[in-house]
Structure formats: C-alpha cells, structure tokens
C-alpha cells in the first residue's frame, strides 16, 4: 500500500512538472526582443534588417545593407507588430539604397511563422510610396521570404 502511494504521489509530481515545462515553451514564443532578418526579393540580393521589437507592439526597423559612402549612415525607423499564438506580422517603412545616391522608399511586411522560440520564417513583401498595403487589392511592388534570427550577431 505505501508503496502504491508513494508511486502515485511521484506520478502527480511529474504529470505537473510536465504541463508546467510546456506552458514556459508556449509563452516563450514572444517577438520582444532584438532579431535579425535576411530576406531577399525574388530578383535581388539579400538584404539583412534589425528589428528591435518592444512591448505593446512598437519597435524600430535598421536595415544593415552595406550603403555607398555617398549616403548618410542608416538610421532606424518606427516598426510595429502584432502576435497571434505562433503567428507573428511586422511592418515599417524603409528606404533601400539605389546606386550611390538614389533610394526605394516603402513599407516591409512580414508575415511568419515561429519555428522556434528564437527563430521565425515566412513572406515579406515591399510597397513602395504611394501604395497601401492594408488595401488586400494592392500588389506589392517585391515579394520573397525572409527568416529571422533572436538576437543573432545583430550589427
């Protein structure tokens, strides 16, 4: 009988242990924090981005692309967010370099996917000014897939 009990016991104490450990993996799955993202348009290079993303849903976009010594260094810009359970949107305007001294000005969009606590893959696509891209009718003017990186060798 003790013998019986104390099994039970131990088996309580792990069942709870267990469903404990996977709540703290579910709700480790948060966009706050510093990310690093690579993603390339269908027909360009590969461009890499800082997201920095705060709490509430506000954060800055830095894009780390090498720039002409023509341009002024880049400068961050307002980026927002929002989080479903593993779904993660984030958007801001950005201005790609064009030669020495032009510039693609926009919005980026990403829609992903967590793949892990610290790693999230999906599409992204760019507007330029004067497009909406909250309007589903707009075709945006680039589109390609990017994945991110928590806090991976962030310049």
Avoid at 115 to 126: I, L, T, W
């Amino acid at each position: 009988m003790n013998w019986s009990l104390t099994s039970l016991r131990f088996v309580s104490v792990l069942a709870i242990y267990s469903i404990g450990v996977s709540s703290v993996h579910t709700q480790s799955r948060s966009l706050v924090g510093q990310w690093q993202i690579e993603f390339k348009f269908s027909s360009s290079k590969e461009h890499t981005l800082r997201l920095d993303a705060h709490a509430g849903g506000n954060g800055t976009f830095l894009l780390l692309d090498s720039r002409s010594n023509l341009l002024p260094p880049a400068e961050p810009t307002k980026a927002q967010w929002e989080q479903a359970p593993s779904q993660v949107m984030f958007w801001g305007d950005i201005e790609f370099p064009i030669g020495n001294v032009g510039r693609d000005a926009g919005a980026l969009v990403f829609n992903g996917a967590f793949e892990s606590a610290d790693a999230v893959s999906g599409k992204v696509a760019f507007f330029r000014v004067g497009q909406d891209p909250k309007d589903p009718a707009t075709v945006p003017a680039k589109s390609g897939k990017f994945t991110a990186r928590r806090g991976a060798a962030v310049q």
